[in-house]
Structures are given as C-alpha cells and as structure tokens.
C-alpha cells in the first residue's frame, strides 16, 4: 500500500511538473508576440528613401507622414501598412494569386482554384506594363518601403504571420495591382447573378425567374435558355451575394455654413480584424492629403487633399458575362466560334496545400476569357450543360487596367477639371465618384469601362449568352466622353446611395440590377430638410435609424388587419412605429422577423431545398408580389396545402411565426425585445 501511495505521489508531482512546464511555455509563447507588437517610437536608418521622413503617430495610431517627396511619402506608407498591416497585405495578394491553401491548407483550396482559373493576378502583372511612369515610380517606392520594413523586422512575428507564411516573402509592384484587382472582384456581382438565375430556371422555368429577381419582366429572357437547360440540375444552388453597399453625397457652398462645399462618404464594408480601411496622412511639397487607404495600395483611396474632396460607392455595372462554350465532341481541346473550331489556350497549374498533397488543375482560356472551374467557389457544378463549358468576359482581366493612375493622379488633383481628366485612366470597377473642390465646384462621374452589347444580344447580360455566335460578342465600350456625370446641379447636392445614378434615356445601358432607391431617397429627403448643412448636420444624416422600405411595406402589412389574439399587440406597436431601428426599441425586431417569415411564406414553397440559399432581403420582389404588379400576388399561394392562401392570409401567418421566434428567444414580453440584442458588431479575424 505504501509503494502504491508513493507511485501515486511520484505521478502527481509528475503531472504538476508537466502542467508547469505547459502553462511556461505557453505564457513565453503568449509573451513573445506580446512583443510583436510595433513600437512607434525612435529613430531608424533605411535605405532607398531620398530625404529623411517624420512618421508621426496620433493617440489613434494613425500616422502622419511628413516626406520631401511624393516617392518619399508612398515609401513610408508601404513601411507603415506592412508594420501594422502586413498580414491583411499577404492574404489579399495570395487570395489573387490563388495561394492560400500553401498557408491555411485545402480548407481554401476551392478559393484557390478559382482564382488560379479567372487569372487576375496575372492581368495585374501585365498592367505594369501599361501604367504611367509616374505611377511606377510610386508603385516602386512604395513597395522598397514594404521591403524595408519586412528586411529590418526584428523580434516575433506577429501571431497571425508567425502562424501562416512564417517569414514574410518579399513585396513586389504587381502585388499592389492584385489588392486593387481583389478588390474589384468584391464589388463586382453580375456574375453570381446570372449563376443564380441559371440554377432556377429548372425550379420556377422563365417566367418564374423573371418575376423573382430584378429587372423582373422589363427584359425577357431568351427561349434558348429551355433547350439549353433542361437537362441541368440545381446542386449545391446559392443565392446572389449581398454586395455591400455605400452611400456618399455633396452640397455645394450655398447649402452649408463655412459657403464652401462639404462632402461625406460612407463606405459599407462590413466589421473585420483588421478593418478594411486603414487611416493615414501623407504631407510632401505641395500636397496634403489624408483619408482611407487599402493595405497594399500606395494611395488614398477616398479622402481629401488640400483643394479637393472625392468619395466613391460601388455602381454595380454590367461588366461580367457569362458565355456557354460549346466544345468539339470529336475534339474536348476545342471550342466552338462562329468561325468554326478553335482550341483553348490552355495549362496546368500546381497548387501547393498545406499538410497535404499538392493539386493540379487544367487552365483554359478561350476568346472571351477563361473557363470557369466546377470544383470552385462558383458552386457550378451539375450545372452547365453536358458537352459545354461556362467561361467569363470580365473589364478587370484586361491587360491595360490603369486604375491605379486615376486613384494617384486624383489624390494630387488641384481642382475639379484634374480629377475629371485624371478619371479617364479608371478601368475596374466602376464607381460613383461626388467630387468638389475649393473653387465651389461639385460634381459625379461614373468612371470605369463598361461594354456595348449590341442590340440583337437577347441575354441582356443577365443570363448566360451563346459563346458561338457573334450577336453575343461585347462590341466595344463606351467612350469616355459619355460616361454618365453630373456637375454643379441646380439643385446644389448630389446623392449616391448604389441607386440608378443615369437618367432614364441613358445609352448604352450600364446594368438592369440597380440597387433600390431607399436610402438614396432617405438622404436626399434630409439634405433638403436642412437649408445650411454643416460636419455636424452630415454626422446626423450617417446615423440617421429610419428605414424607407418599411414605411413602403407598412401599408401593405396593415392590411392584413385585423391581427387578433396573441399577436395583437405586436401588431399594434408596428403600426403605431415611426421605422427608426433604434438599438432599445422592440419595433425593428419584430418588424425585421415578420418580413423574414413573410418572405419564407412567399417563396420557400416554390423554391423548395433550394430555398435557404435563396433566403435574403427582396424588397423590390415583396412589394411586387403584395401588390399583384403582372399576377405576381400567386405566389402568395403556398403550394404544400390544398387550400388556396391569399397575400392576406400569409402576411397575418408570418407575424404568427414570428412572435413565436422571438418569444422563444427573447421572452413572452414584446415590450422587453430589443433590437439591439440581436445585433452586436461582430468583428473576426
């Protein structure tokens, strides 16, 4: 017994021991990225700057660079960015180059096909060759200062780089196009639409597809979609992505209290570690500017300088096609043309994946771009029909994309005329540029290449076109001289919202998917309320709560009255509310759950599996169908029950569903819900 006792003893120091040595190395671990962290003090010696530069840092941590030169002050912001940003830097460039299984392993691998097979980090590569020698320059010292820092790193990595990459690799110029280039791929959608539309038409057929997703009915699609697709199945089906959204807009002098113009933007981008966004100011001889830069990027993107203000929202252009390639039955390497057979210009590619083997895929292009793989992130998979393949025509995969000259050739702009003429050089993606200068002036310009399809293209550009005939070729582009604009308007303010921002008789058109006019109509009702507007009147209209879409909807939920037994009450704090979605109110929740369910109610039955994916917020659908525009109120009908439902019927079932969600959640009291808890800022790495 007494040797079982000192066994036991012997185990239990043992343990304690090892738990110890544990907890010590762990805590040196924790201890060494602890000092990781940049020091912002001191004085260090670099080579390749031209003349000494102060980086001085606020209580914030953004810095103000003070340089000799504009060479010197990109130098210095690339020595920055990768101090306090390198990992955001490294993962935007290996998401482009399609390298991000060699750090994270096969969990990225479909990302990584995908990329490898559109090609946009070698289109950034061959754009170098096309950009000014002044943006080189730029692009070349910026990226001498990115090198600077990873060369005189000294100490632990951080955590996050420590725990991927490991020691940093080198920054190059093309790296800093290929964050431009991903950027462009995050704001760019029409793609996924026109997959979304394709993965229904087997569920709802053409009329259906056309009733749910916009233009709705105003461009019909073509017959050639029912041979086509009749033989395809909807697998792993998903809904259009939900493109952030932004708002920007300007008054000019007369509408504000200093009698100069005053500009905000407000960029959506969603919460993330680290932020999208990244602060700085950069002062040389005879510039000053300041604002919102992008990590890898040697340049403001949205901000100001010492004459001018400019602030971008995303457009949503028309510039993706999808093209059905028929290839050779006799021949898998060829496709066909409307010149007969010709092959793909095709090669294989590896891609390395961490704790597993490397994976090899077939690159192809053809005339219009390259072939979308049905093992990517697409979700294409049992989709295109047998004996094709689905490739993309895409404005950012063009060798001469010069946007970086626009976004350098702006941020030194003197006057509104300079930012126009530097607009001409914008490629990918089209924005919605407010812009005014210290002259008075303001002004919009949609810069960015758009294509011309001709007028027998009977796809619209909304589905995918017959890569075999030329009807579907893009014809060209509009010119810059027409790009659509705006400058100095009666009115004195302009605003952008992702909205329609071209007049109705606009040619050629940009793209049939505008966004809804909500908050755009929202911000311009509030510029006109105010006579004289000032930082303060503008920091109110950014954090103005109301919602547009329910004081629209909400005349065609109150008809659904009366609402009686348990959900009258919940019934009455909706039609008694003013839209505000405020933080401690229980109004948006119950308003935001009975619009969800209303929705479910609609179309869940129609769309079957395929539903979950489809389910997002369809404003303009909604409306459609509880308004009966064109016969849309049968959907209304739910298809599992013998009985035919009217829109009433639903509208009082889905305020059913759901109080009864939110009082499992959240309590039987209504009056206790709150928005708010069913909203936090969630921000991951």
Known sequence: MASAARWAKRIGIGFALCV??????????????????????????????????????????????????????????????????FFQMDMARRYVQGRLS???????????????????????????????????????????????????????????VALTSGHPEPWTEADSLAVLKGMSMQL?????????????????????????????????????LDDLFKTTRLGDARGVPSITASNNWVVDGAHSVTGKPLLANDPHLGFDIPAVWYLAHLSYPGNDLAGGTLAGVPSVVIGHNSH?????????????????????????????????????????????????????????NTRHGPVLPVEGILGIRDLVPPGYVLSLAWTALFDDDTTIDTLLGISTAQDAASIKAALSRWVSPMQNLVY????????????????????????????????????????????????????DPASGRIVTANNKTVPEDYKPILTREWDNSYRHDRIDALLQRTP?????????????????????????????????????????????WDGAMLANRPEPLIFDAWVRALEKDIYADELGDVFPRMWVYRPEFTLRVLRNVDGEGRWCDDKTTPQVEDC????????????????????????????????KAVQSH
């Open 436 to 487: 005014a200068d210290d002259g008075g002036h303001i002004g919009l310009t949609l810069p960015g290449r758009i294509p011309v399809r001709a007028e027998g293209n009977d796809s619209f550009g909304l589905v995918p076109a017959k890569g075999w005939e030329a009807r579907y070729d893009w014809q060209g582009f509009i010119d810059f001289k027409d790009w659509a604009s705006i400058e």
């Open 308 to 364: 001018v203000a400019w602030g971008l929202t995303n457009t949503g252009p028309d510039t993706q096609d999808l093209y059905l390639e028929q290839i050779n039955p006799d021949d898998s390497r060829e496709y066909r043309t409307p010149n007969g057979w010709q092959q793909f210009d095709a090669h294989s590619e590896l891609i390395k994946v961490r704790f597993s083997q490397p994976h090899r895929i077939l690159v192809r």
């Open 102 to 160: 060699e750090v994270v392993g096969s969990l990225a691998l479909s990302a990584d096909i995908t990329m490898r097979t559109i090609g946009l980090y070698p289109a950034a590569q061959r754009a170098l060759s096309h950009v000014t020698p002044q943006s080189r320059s730029i692009l070349a010292a910026y990226t001498a200062g990115v090198n600077a820092y990873i060369a005189g790193h000294k100490g632990p990595w951080p955590i996050d």
């Open 188 to 224: 760019s959608g029409n793609m996924y639409g026109e997959i979304a539309r394709m993965r229904l038409l087997g569920r709802l057929g053409r009329k259906g597809v056309q009733d749910f997703f916009p233009p709705f009915g105003d461009a019909p699609l073509p017959t050639y």
């Open 648 to 679: 009433n019927t639903i509208i009082v079932r889905a305020l059913r569903d759901a109080v009864t969600e939110l009082a499992a959640q959240y309590g039987g009291d209504p009056t206790k819900w709150r928005w708010g808890d069913a909203h």
């Open 20 to 85: 110890l040595v544990i907890g010590l190395v762990g805590i040196s671990f924790m201890e060494s990225f602890r000092r990781s962290v940049p020091s912002y003090d001191g004085a260090m010696r670099v080579a390749g700057l031209q003349s000494p530069v102060t980086i001085l840092r606020d209580r914030y941590a953004i810095p103000h660079i003070q340089a000799q030169s504009p060479e010197d002050a990109a130098y210095a912001l690339g020595y920055v960015h990768a101090e306090d940003r």
């Open 532 to 576: 004289k507007h000032s930082v303060e009147s503008f920091e109110a209209i950014q954090r103005d709560p109301v919602d547009n879409y329910f004081l629209e909807l909400k005349p065609l939920l109150m008809t659904a009255a009366p609402f009686n037994g348990w959900i009258t009450m919940e019934a009455d704090l909706i039609r008694n």
